[in-house]
C-alpha cells in the first residue's frame, strides 16, 4: 500500500479511535497514575490560590485597617500619632503575654492579653456570645473592667461568664465568650487563649512598665477610594518622616505575611509531593504504554506489512496516548476543582478566609501541563520501539522487550520533556532552591534505583547454584529477559523512601519533644521582671525551689533594619536566614559569653569595654546572611538605630530551650535603655505539684511577671507537629498510592509472559506448589531489596533534614526500618501472588498451540 492511502494526521485519527472502540482495558492503571499526579498538583494549588485569594479580598477585614503599624516596648510619639491619626479613622490597641489569676488565688493561666479602644473593630465584626456592645463589654462596673475571653480559657480554669479574674493589680469580669475576632489572623499564631480588654483596663493593671514586651498597634481606615498607590506613598512618607521610628508597616494587601508564606511554603511542599507522585505513575504509564503495544503486535506487523509508513504507526498509538492521557487529566481536573470546595468545608472553623471555593484556571492548567509532559516523556520510548521495530520481528518475537533501546532521536526527546518537566517545577515553586534539589535528588533516585535493579539482576545471574528448585526459578525469573525487576524496585523505591524520610523526620522530632528537649530544657521562663525587681525576684526562686538553677538576661526587643550600612529590604536574603530580618529579635547585653554558647570566630569583649559598640552573632545565621566579621548590623531598639560591629560568632545550642540570643550587644551599647529582665528555673526533678506550687508563688509575689510553664509550650509544639505530621503522612500516601498502582501495573503487564512461562513448567511436570513457592521467592527478594534501598536512601534524606536544617541530634529508629520492610514485603509478595494465582490457572492449550 503506498504512502498515499495514508494521507497524514486525520486517517491517524481515524484509525486511533477505531482500534479503541474496544474500551480501555489495560489503560486504567494509567489513567489512575495521571488523575492521582494531576488532582494532587492541581487541588493543592487551587486551594493554595483560593486562601490567597481570600487574604486580598479580606484583606482590610484581616488586618483590621488599611494600614498597620507596630511599635515594640514603647508608644507613638505625639508627632508620631498626629502624623498617623491625619491619615483616616484610627484604632488603637496594645497587645501583650500576662498571667490571669483566679480571685483566690489557687489557680492561673498564660493569656495573650489584647487591649482596644472605642474604634475597635474598623473593619469586620467582633462577635461575641451574649452579643455586647464596646462599653458595656469592657467599661469598668461595680469595681471590675469587662473582658472578652475564648471558650477555651473558661473550660481550663473551670469557670463561667461572670466569673471575676484577676490580671495585674486590677480585677476583671468575663462578660463575654469571643466567637469571632476578626483582625485574629494579622497577629500571628498565639501559644495561649486570647484575654480581650479595653485600653483603660490595660493601663490599670499596672503591666506596661518601662521595657515590658507589649506591641502597640495603630491601624486606620484610609478614605473611601485610596489606591494601593496612595497607600504605598502614604507609607514611603512615614520612614521619610521617621526614619528611626523602627516600626514594623502593613498594608491590606500583605495582611497577614507570615500566614501568605507558610501557605505557599506548604503548598510548594505538597506541590512536590504531588509531583512525586506523578512521575511515579510515569513509570506506570510506560509499563502500560508497553504492555498495550505488545498486545497489537499484530496490528502493528499488519499495518507495516501493508505498507504504512513508520510514522503512521506513531502516530496512530501517540494520539490513541494522548487520548487517553486527556481522560485521565480530565478525570484529575474534575478532583481538583472539587477540592477548593472541600477547603473551604473542612477549613471553615480553623482559616475563616480558605474562601468559599472556585476555580482557579492557572492550577488546572498547570497541573495539565504537567500531566502531558510527564505522559509525553515516558511514553516515548515504547513508542519510538513500536516505530522502527521491522514486520517480520513482530511476528517472531515475544514482545518489544529484546529490541533494546529506541533510536538516539527518541531518547533526546525523552530527555528534553523531562528537563522541560524539571523546568515548570522549578519556574512554579515559591521557593526555587529547594524544588532544584527536589529535582536533582528525584532524578538521582531514578538513577540509583536503575543501577539498583541492574545490580540485583548481577547478583541473581551470578548467584551460584542452588539445588531447590523453587529457589532456581525465582533467581532466574529476576535476571531473565522482561523480568519485573526494574519496574519493581523502581515504583516502589521512591514512594517507600519518601515514607521512611518522613516517618524518620516526623520520630526524630517527636523524641527531641517529647524527651530530650525536656530532659535538658528549664522549667520555667518568667518574662517582663522589672530591673527594680529581679534581685527580689530571684530570692523568690531560690526561696521556692532551693535545688533549682536560676539563669537571668537582660532582655529588649529590637529589628534589625541594615547590615553594613544597607537597608535590609533592598538586600537579596536566603530563605534559610529571612527569619532573621522578619520582625522584631529578643535582643540581650552580656559581659560574659553566654552559657549555652561557644565561641566559633573572634573575640569576646573585656569586661571593662566602653568603645565602640559591639554585637556577637549566631554562627549558623550569620553564615546564612552572609556576614563576616567586622560587618555592621543596625537595629533599632525603642525608636533609635543602633549600628554595631560584629566581633565574634558564637555556636548556640537553640534546642536545649535555654536563654539564647541571635544577637548579644557589649554592655555599654544600651546603656541607661529602659529594659525588663528574662529568667529561667531549671528544676529536672520537680513533680508537676511542686511546678504548680512555684507558679502560684510567682504570680502572688510578682502580677506583672510573665510566667511560661516549657512542658505546656512543648504540648502546644507537640500538637502542632502532630497535626503537620498528619498532614505531611496524607500527602505522602499520595505517592505511594502511586507506587502501589505502578506495582500492581508493572505485574500485570508481566502477566504474559507468566502465563508462557506457567504453561511450559507445568507442562514439563512443575508442580503449582513449586510455582507458587517459585513466585512467592521471587518477590520476597525483590521487596527485601526495595525495602533495603528505601532505608539506606530515606535513612540519608531524614538525616540530612534533621541534622542539617533542623540542627537536631538524628538517630535511626528501628521500627521505622520494621515498618518499611514489612510494607514492601506485603505490597510485593501480595500484589505478586495475587496476580499469579490468575496465571497459574490459566490453560494450556491455548498458549501451547502459539509456541
Not at 746 to 759: E, F, K, M, S
Amino acid at each position: 500500500m503506498s504512502g498515499r492511502a495514508f494521507p497524514g494526521l486525520a486517517l491517524a485519527l481515524r484509525f486511533a479511535l477505531r482500534e479503541m472502540r474496544g474500551g480501555l482495558s489495560g489503560f486504567y492503571i494509567f489513567l489512575a497514575c495521571i488523575a492521582l499526579g494531576v488532582a494532587a498538583i492541581g487541588g493543592v494549588n487551587s486551594v493554595a490560590q483560593s486562601v490567597g485569594e481570600g487574604i486580598a479580598t479580606q484583606g482590610q477585614s484581616i488586618l483590621g485597617g488599611d494600614m498597620r503599624f507596630e511599635l515594640n516596648q514603647r508608644e507613638a510619639s505625639p508627632e508620631e500619632h498626629a502624623f498617623l491619626a491625619a491619615q483616616g479613622r484610627l484604632a488603637t490597641s496594645a497587645s501583650m503575654r500576662s498571667m490571669v489569676r483566679l480571685s483566690d488565688g489557687s489557680d492561673q493561666a498564660l493569656v495573650e492579653v489584647k487591649a482596644v479602644d472605642d474604634a475597635y473593630p474598623l473593619f469586620g465584626n467582633l462577635e461575641t456570645a451574649p452579643a455586647m456592645p464596646h462599653d458595656a463589654l469592657f467599661e469598668e462596673k461595680d469595681g471590675a473592667y469587662g473582658a472578652a475571653v475564648p471558650q477555651l480559657l473558661l473550660d481550663r480554669l473551670d469557670l463561667k461568664l461572670g466569673d471575676r479574674v484577676a490580671l495585674g493589680q486590677t480585677t476583671f469580669e468575663l462578660r463575654s465568650v469571643i466567637v469571632n475576632e476578626p483582625d485574629m489572623l494579622s497577629g500571628g499564631f498565639g501559644f495561649a487563649p486570647r484575654f480581650m480588654v479595653s485600653l483603660d483596663g490595660l493601663r490599670a493593671s499596672g503591666l506596661i512598665q518601662p521595657g515590658s514586651l507589649v506591641e502597640h498597634v495603630y491601624k486606620f481606615a484610609l478614605p473611601a477610594g485610596t489606591s494601593d498607590a496612595g497607600i504605598r506613598a502614604i507609607q514611603t512618607e512615614a520612614e521619610q518622616k521617621f526614619p528611626e521610628a523602627g516600626w514594623s508597616i502593613r498594608t491590606r494587601s500583605n495582611a497577614a505575611p507570615a500566614l501568605s508564606a507558610n501557605i505557599e511554603r506548604f503548598s510548594q511542599f505538597l506541590t512536590l509531593v504531588g509531583l512525586t507522585a506523578l512521575i511515579v505513575g510515569g513509570v506506570g504509564v510506560a509499563n502500560a504504554v508497553r504492555a498495550y503495544l505488545d498486545g497489537k503486535r499484530g496490528v502493528i506487523a499488519t499495518f507495516k506489512s501493508l505498507g504504512a509508513p513508520a510514522n503512521f504507526v506513531l502516530q496512530v498509538y501517540l494520539l490513541q496516548i494522548v487520548i487517553i492521557a486527556l481522560i485521565g487529566i480530565a478525570i484529575g481536573l474534575v478532583l481538583a476543582a472539587a477540592a477548593p470546595y472541600a477547603a473551604a468545608a473542612a477549613l471553615a472553623s480553623f482559616l475563616p478566609i480558605a474562601g468559599a471555593g472556585g476555580v482557579y484556571p492557572g492550577a488546572l492548567t498547570m497541573a495539565t501541563i504537567f500531566g502531558l509532559v510527564t505522559t509525553l516523556a515516558f511514553a516515548i520510548l515504547p513508542l519510538g520501539r513500536a516505530r522502527d521495530i521491522p514486520a517480520t520481528a513482530l511476528f517472531r518475537e515475544q514482545g518489544f522487550d529484546q529490541r533494546g533501546w529506541p533510536r538516539a532521536v527518541y531518547i533526546a526527546i525523552a530527555g528534553g520533556l523531562i528537563l522541560l518537566l524539571a523546568g515548570l517545577a522549578i519556574h512554579f515553586a515559591y521557593d526555587r532552591m529547594i524544588a532544584t534539589i527536589f529535582i536533582v535528588s528525584t532524578v538521582f533516585a531514578f538513577l540509583i534505583l536503575q543501577a539498583v535493579a541492574r545490580g540485583v539482576q548481577w547478583l541473581a545471574r551470578r548467584s551460584p547454584r542452588v539445588r531447590s528448585t523453587a529457589l532456581r526459578l525465582a533467581i532466574g525469573n529476576i535476571h531473565r529477559p522482561g523480568a519485573l525487576t526494574p519496574s519493581v524496585i523502581l515504583s516502589l523505591g521512591l514512594g517507600l523512601t519518601l515514607l521512611v524520610a518522613l516517618a524518620l523526620i516526623d520520630g526524630n522530632l517527636r523524641r527531641q519533644i517529647a524527651q530530650s528537649i525536656p530532659e535538658r530544657a528549664p522549667n520555667f521562663f518568667f518574662v517582663d521582671i522589672q530591673s527594680t525587681e529581679v534581685d527580689h525576684f530571684k530570692q523568690l526562686l531560690q526561696q521556692a525551689a532551693p535545688d533549682g538553677k536560676i539563669v537571668s538576661a537582660p532582655m529588649l526587643r529590637g529589628r534589625i533594619v541594615a547590615l553594613n550600612g544597607i537597608d535590609v529590604s533592598k538586600l537579596t536574603i536566603p530563605p534559610q536566614g529571612a527569619w532573621v530580618l522578619r520582625g522584631d529579635r529578643g535582643i540581650t547585653y552580656a559581659k560574659n559569653i553566654p552559657e549555652n554558647s561557644t565561641l566559633t570566630q573572634g573575640q569576646w569583649w573585656p569586661q571593662d569595654y566602653s568603645g565602640e559598640p559591639l554585637v556577637s552573632f549566631s554562627a549558623q545565621e550569620a553564615g546564612e546572611l552572609g556576614l563576616k566579621l567586622g560587618d555592621t548590623v543596625t537595629v533599632n531598639v525603642l525608636g533609635r538605630n543602633v549600628t554595631a560591629k560584629i566581633a565574634n560568632f558564637r555556636q548556640v545550642q537553640w534546642e536545649s530551650l535555654a536563654i539564647n540570643f541571635v544577637m548579644v550587644f557589649s554592655p555599654n551599647t544600651f546603656a541607661g535603655a529602659p529594659h525588663a529582665w528574662l529568667a529561667t528555673l531549671t528544676e529536672p526533678d520537680a513533680t508537676p505539684a511542686r511546678e504548680a506550687e512555684v507558679l502560684k508563688k510567682v504570680t502572688q509575689a510578682f502580677p506583672a511577671v510573665t510566667s511560661v510553664r516549657v512542658k505546656d509550650a512543648i504540648d502546644v509544639a507537640n500538637n502542632l507537629v502532630s497535626q503537620l505530621a498528619t498532614a505531611i503522612r496524607a500527602a505522602a500516601a499520595v505517592a505511594l498510592a502511586a507506587s502501589i498502582l505502578v506495582l500492581g501495573g508493572a505485574l500485570a503487564a508481566g502477566n504474559r509472559a507468566r502465563i508462557h512461562d506457567a504453561v511450559v513448567l507445568k507442562t514439563l511436570g512443575a508442580t503449582r506448589r513449586t510455582l507458587i513457592k517459585a513466585f512467592s521467592l521471587e518477590y520476597l527478594m525483590l521487596g527485601l531489596a526495595t525495602a533495603v534501598f528505601a532505608l539506606l536512601a530515606g535513612g540519608i534524606a531524614g538525616w540530612y533534614v534533621v541534622a542539617r536544617v533542623m540542627r537536631l541530634q538524628a538517630q535511626f529508629l528501628p521500627d521505622v526500618a520494621l515498618s518499611t520492610v514489612v510494607i514492601a514485603l506485603v505490597l510485593t509478595v501480595g500484589f505478586g501472588l495475587a496476580g499469579t494465582w490468575r496465571v497459574l490457572g490459566h490453560k494450556a492449550a491455548p498458549v501451547l498451540r502459539n509456541l
